[in-house]
Nanobody
Framework: QVELVESGGGSVQTGGSLRLSCRAS??????????MGWFRQAPGKERERVAT?????????TYHDSAKGRFIISKDDAENTVYLQMNTLKPEDTAIYYC?????????????????????WGQGTQVTVSS
């Protein structure tokens, strides 16, 4: 069992940056072999994967096409926290962003499997980008 607590959302103008944080409650979670990532859901749209990786040595990062080159997923094991650095934000990035995790998947490839349901979710943090 792990609880995920997000922070860092807010309102910015087009071209601005934000960094989202997701702290895991289980000690040492981000240093071990788990999946962690960020998803988002805009009003009237389905939830979509933004960025994910296998936390052990930050392997196999994957990004939504719209996030490539603008967003970076990273972690700080000392803080037991995963981050999403979002740069060059656009109005279409406006959404509620959720942190999610899968505990001890059978392998790193699970984190990039679009058919795999994620086990744990945070409460979400709002990101609003104005033009």
């Amino acid at each position: 069992q792990v609880e995920l607590v997000e922070s860092g959302g807010g309102s910015v103008q087009t071209g601005g940056s934000l960094r989202l944080s997701c702290r895991a409650s289980a000690p040492g979670y981000t240093a071990k072999g788990n999946c962690m990532g960020w998803f988002r859901q805009a009003p009237g749209k389905e939830r979509e994967r933004v960025a994910t990786f296998y936390t052990y040595k930050a392997q196999r990062p994957t990004y939504h096409d719209s996030a490539k080159g603008r967003f970076i997923i990273s972690k700080d094991d000392a803080e037991n926290t995963v981050y999403l650095q979002m740069n060059t934000l656009k109005p279409e990035d406006t959404a509620i962003y959720y942190c999610a995790a899968i505990t001890t998947p059978v392998g790193p490839w699970v984190c990039g499997d679009s058919n795999r349901a994620w086990d744990y979710w945070g409460q979400g943090t709002q990101v609003t980008v104005s033009s």
